[in-house]
């Protein structure tokens, strides 16, 4: 029983030691990376990511951009009202669009995970909550680390039942 | 193995601070409370001014900034889960009226305070009207959090109201009953490992006088209507250190303590037990947390349209969900958990008895999951205090040369992991004391370990929830 304990422990700490692995370390596939191409709409307090032809609704249902890991990203970014900025965490891009011109980011989506993307141009109330994701799959730091939570919920549980006479 | 908390007082190790000499002179020095307050009521002066006269624009101006990022994190992440109370021992807000009903600031002024001095309703002696309070502020977040005049409309009715309400009855009983963050900071104060407690109950018991009561020479009497021989959880004493004044038998006393004592103590002297109205606080103050998170940093526009009163519509929408994920759907899937636990540990406890004990659980991941909330904002967003420290106003100014400093996210990418610890800490507390709780309750070890697994699940469940938020 102990052995029990400690094996779910452990696998509970590897939880967090997978997303730290996969957050701080850049890690880049090395064949020719596949392109991908996203249009991205800026309108104060939100981004729509369009798909090639989609038309543009008011609200965005989410701001999420999924791409996988090893991909070459472009953004094709546009603001609809007013000035907004396009700032992406770990990636230090920092961009302005204004209303009516197109910037074209460019990255390699380096690491697995999820990475929010900011408005940094001041462009009302809400703006410092203007945020959306880029999320590249396979999202190892929140399966790994949702799966830590499972494990060591269960060693703590588990000392309950299983270190009776030790507790 | 002997339940805690039930027996005999204080049946965990305290470190007496104040009998470090020095310490003690201090805070048994009348000024002592003035001189905490007094830098704060400067800086909420300067909230005021800029609140009103300063730039609509919330980024750029000091009340929005220095009010809902810096004092929110030093709250949040120091102040209560290191020092419990503490800022309420240093808060401008209710200090005018305490003083205009002591007639005097730091002096102890004798003779009949100035107020009607009523006693404040017995039905309102909980807080109730406190997660009341919390969740009207709660609801119109998206507005007070950016806009600066609605920030200055709130932090001014909080001064009014408190003052009038020191008018109108004793002591302070707007921080007691009223004050929406009065009422979470207790809740997780009791987390807290410092507390003001006396040394020994018994000298208390044979003190005929209690001059902690009534105020003397020293002291006033407690202001927050407390007595410290019947003083064992940190939400109700709001570290004024006037008993500590007042006390001739120098039995009152600042103790470190492990974390979260008050948490696991079951009944005692002069206390009513764990009751529904703190519960309710921390379904509320968890349920927030989730919300927020989903709001104000998940990508989703209609929310933070909706929150933001950008339509009627919307805002009824989001205000049913609001109110209605508070006070009936967390705090439903828990009665469910409940349920469940009592039904596989076959206890013969009422229901809703169990269900309020076991909501005292979730104090530490509530706690936790605001610590978690606030991190994935303040790297973000405290750089924006940098050009404010030169221009407050928002108008131009280059008061220390730091005007033109830019937005600077710091370590956003590694946030998540930070606040995965966090989280985690809290399940691994919560989960713990909810095996106290449960064992307080159901008498024996087998039925608590039974009892468990659906709390446990729960927690678990809950901490998925945020992680899902911040990193899925
Ligand atoms: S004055 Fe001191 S000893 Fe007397 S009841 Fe109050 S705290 Fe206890
Ligand atoms: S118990 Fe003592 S320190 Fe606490 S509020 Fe009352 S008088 Fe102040
Ligand atoms: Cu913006």
Not at chain 1, 88 to 99: A, F, H, T
Not at chain 2, 169 to 182: A, I, K, Q, S
Request: aromatic content about 12%.
């Amino acid at each position: 029983m102990r052995g029990a304990w400690f094996l779910v422990s452990g696998i509970g700490l590897l939880g967090f030691i997978a997303p730290v692995v996969g957050l701080v370390f850049r890690l880049t596939p090395g064949r020719t990376p596949v392109v991908r191409e996203v249009e991205l709409l800026s309108q104060a307090f939100h981004y729509d990511p369009l798909q090639p032809g989609e038309a543009h609704t008011r609200h965005a249902l989410g701001g999420r951009i999924e791409v996988r890991w090893g991909e070459r990203v472009v953004l094709h970014l546009r603001a609809v009202d007013t000035a907004h900025g396009f700032y992406l965490d770990g990636y230090g891009i920092n961009r302005v669009v204004q209303p009516g011109e197109e910037v074209t980011i460019e990255f390699i989506a380096i690491r697995p995970g999820k990475f929010r993307f900011r408005c940094s141009e001041t462009c009302g109330p809400l703006h410092p909550f203007m945020i959306g994701e880029l999320v590249v799959t396979p999202n190892l730091p929140f399966y790994s680390s949702a799966l830590g939570t499972i494990f060591l919920a269960l060693a703590v549980v588990g000392r309950f039942w299983w270190l009776k006479g030790e507790a | 193995m002997v339940v805690r908390g039930m027996a005999r007082a204080f049946a965990y190790p305290r470190l007496e601070l104040t009998r470090c000499s020095l310490l003690r002179r201090l805070v048994k020095h009348r000024a002592f409370q003035f001189m905490l307050i007094l830098p704060n009521l400067a800086v909420f002066v300067l909230v005021l001014v800029a609140a009103f006269l300063g730039t609509p624009v919330g980024n750029r101006n000091f009340a929005i900034i220095f009010v809902w990022i810096v004092w929110w994190a030093a709250l949040i992440i120091l102040l209560i889960p290191l020092a419990g109370r503490i800022w309420c021992a240093m808060c401008p807000i209710p200090a005018p009226g305490e003083w205009l009903q002591r007639l005097a600031i730091v002096t102890r002024r004798p003779g009949r305070p100035f107020t009607l001095g009523l006693s404040w309703p017995r039905a309102l002696r909980n807080i109730w009207l406190q997660n009341g309070t919390f969740l009207a502020v709660a609801l119109f977040s998206a507005l007070i959090l950016t806009r600066p005049l609605a920030t200055g409309i709130v932090l001014a009715l909080f001064i009014g109201l408190a003052l009038l309400l020191s008018l109108l009855f004793e002591r302070r009983v707007f921080c007691r009953y009223v004050c929406p963050v009065g009422g979470f900071i207790g809740l997780y104060a009791m987390v807290a490992p410092l507390e003001l407690r006396v040394k020994d109950p018994q000298v208390c018991v044979t003190h005929k006088e209690k001059d902690c009561l009534r105020g003397n020479a020293e002291g006033y009497p407690c202001p927050w209507m407390a007595y410290p021989g019947n003083l064992w959880r940190n939400i109700d004493c709001g570290l004024c250190t006037e008993c500590l004044k007042a006390c001739p038998k120098e039995n009152v006393g600042i103790f470190l303590r492990p974390f979260g004592q008050d948490l696991l103590l079951a009944r005692a002297p002069g206390w009513k037990g764990r009751s529904l109205d703190e519960a309710y606080k921390a379904f509320i103050m968890l349920s927030c947390a989730l919300i927020y998170s989903a709001v104000y940093i998940g990508p989703w526009g209609f929310l933070k349209e909706w929150a933001n009163l950008s339509d009627p519509a919307g805002f009824a929408l989001y205000a049913t969900g609001f109110l209605g994920v508070n006070l009936i759907g967390l705090p439903g899937v828990f009665l469910i958990a409940v349920a469940l636990a009592r039904w596989i540990a076959r206890a013969g406890i009422p229901l809703r008895r169990l269900f309020v004990e076991l909501a005292y659980a979730l104090v530490p991941l509530g706690l936790t999951g605001w610590i978690a909330f606030t991190l994935s904002f303040v790297l973000v967003n405290i750089s924006y205090a940098i050009p404010l420290l030169s221009d407050p106003l928002g108008r131009g100014w280059d008061l220390l040369g730091t005007a033109s400093h830019p937005w600077t996210p710091y370590i956003p990418e590694l946030v998540p992991l930070l606040q995965l610890p966090v989280l985690w800490l809290g399940l691994v507390v919560s989960i713990g004391l909810a095996f106290r709780i449960a064992q307080q309750n159901l008498g024996d070890a087998a039925k608590a370990r039974r009892a468990l697994l659906p709390i446990a699940s729960f927690m678990t469940l809950i901490v998925l929830l945020f992680q899902r938020l911040y990193l899925g």
